[in-house]
């Protein structure tokens, strides 16, 4: 099985950036040399501010998507380390044992 991994990395206007690799250095390098998402090209000065591993694809995936739907302040919170990837992780993990799609909802407080 090979290991994904979430990261965030921030740009030099405070934007956060999301997404998925096998392989954060890499990728962040990738990034730093243009040669990454296009929403970071031409940027400035990029900082890898966060990055956990997930596990399988398929997680990594549902991660990501959620964490780009939350607000800037709930992004600033989890790069905080206030807990909110556990718990979106723990929930995304549980939807997926039980086979249901209560996946899509944040859980309560954040």
């Not at 934007?15 to 990738?30: K, P």
């Not at 249901?100 to 909802?105: E, Q």
Request: proline share 2%; net charge positive; with cysteine.
């Amino acid at each position: 099985m090979t290991l994904w991994f979430l990261y965030l990395i921030r740009t030099a206007d405070n934007m956060l950036y999301t997404g998925i690799t096998t392989d954060v250095a890499r990728r962040f390098t990738q990034h730093q040399n243009g040669k990454g998402a296009k929403a970071l090209r031409g940027k400035g000065a990029l900082a890898l501010v966060f990055s956990a591993q997930v596990g399988e694809r398929s997680l990594a995936l549902r991660l990501e998507y959620r964490i780009k739907q939350l607000t800037k302040r709930q992004k600033e919170r989890l790069v905080a380390g206030d807990g909110t990837f556990e718990a979106l992780r723990e929930s995304l993990q549980a939807a997926a044992v039980k086979g249901d799609r209560s996946d899509r909802c944040i859980p309560p407080g954040h």
